[in-house]
């Protein structure tokens, strides 16, 4: 059937399957492949798109519904040439620069850090990044939480080769922390570790975290 999406400011009128589902054809027809597939379950926010400015997982949304309709997306691939040249808008990721990167993003209400699977970061990649990640989360969760099984959590993430503890600023991490998503206020919204397998979201005002990144 035919459909005809806005995306990025760009009208891409094409045949597809009536089955397809507008992820895919974000992905394989208007190549922008930012937009990512990270489960089949409809729970990981991977697909989030703008779709008439409302965020939505473009995973749960036919092509053919969003038909006539407009379409927002991140960037496009970064290692093929896309089809549409220069026509389509792609909105860079801006990993550097949280100001740019949030503007690409605003509207967006789910975020995963899948976006990175496109981004070449020069200094680790993204499995690299979550398993970081995910020792840091434990060490917050020790202090803030007393989250006992943090040495676990590292020596498993080690078993596997992975980086667990790395150098970085604690100012200009917390000045990143400080504009998330998950903040409101004066406090952020965090899951933090109660045990392995067992989180909990807690508030934690933006001061005592600012100690806890000092401690980190
Ligand atoms: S791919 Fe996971 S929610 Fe769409």
Known sequence: MKVDLTVNGTNITADVEDRMLLVHFLRDVADLTATNVGCDTTSCGACTVLLDGESVKSCTVLAAQASGHEVITLTNSMHRVNPFGAKVTAFPFHFDEPNKLRDSLRGVDTLVNTYWVRFDHPLFTHGQAVAIGMTYAAEL????????????????????????????????????????????????????????????????????????????
């Open 141 to 216: 969760s020790a202090q803030l939480n007393g989250f006992k099984q943090a040495e676990r959590v590292v020596n498993l993430i080690s078993r596997y080769g992975l980086p667990t503890y790395a150098s970085f600023d604690q100012k200009k991490v917390f000045a990143v922390l400080k504009m998330d998503k998950k903040r409101e206020r004066k406090d952020i919204h965090y899951i933090l570790l109660e045990k392995i397998g067992k989180g909990a979201v807690q508030s934690v005002p933006l001061a005592q975290l600012e100690k806890n990144i000092q401690a980190l």
